[in-house]
Nanobody, 115 residues
Framework: QVQVVESGGGLVQAGGSLRLSCAASGRTFVFNGMAWYRQAPGKERELVARFNTDGSIDYADSVKDRFRISRNNARNRVFLQMDSLKPEDTAVYFC?????????WGQGTQVTVSS
């Protein structure tokens, strides 16, 4: 059984920074896909940033040049450095870790950016 746990959310003023972390517990896996999503109230969940299987990175246009995704060498932890935060970044942020045939979601961590 794999459990995915996010941490690092909180309340921050506009222009501030937060660093989210995501780790998998249970059996040790090397995840092929590692991504961050977010869901704001009343909106659909959207991709924020992800590592593709070839190692390339995709970012949502709204966070390019402000957010940076990274991971550890063991590929079982993924991070999201969020700088220059805006009120519109307020959402629950979810981590998704994927193996070849299955993916796992965390419970989410709340990020609130005040104006």
């Amino acid at each position: 059984q794999v459990q995915v746990v996010e941490s690092g959310g909180g309340l921050v003023q506009a222009g501030g920074s937060l660093r989210l972390s995501c780790a998998a517990s249970g059996r040790t896996f090397v995840f092929n896909g590692m991504a961050w999503y977010r869901q704001a109230p009343g909106k659909e969940r959207e991709l924020v940033a992800r590592f593709n299987t070839d190692g390339s990175i995709d970012y949502a246009d709204s966070v390019k040049d402000r957010f940076r995704i990274s991971r550890n060498n063991a590929r079982n932890r993924v991070f999201l450095q969020m700088d220059s935060l805006k009120p519109e970044d307020t959402a629950v942020y979810f981590c998704n870790l994927a193996l070849k045939f299955q993916s796992y979601w965390g419970q989410g961590t709340q990020v609130t950016v005040s104006s």
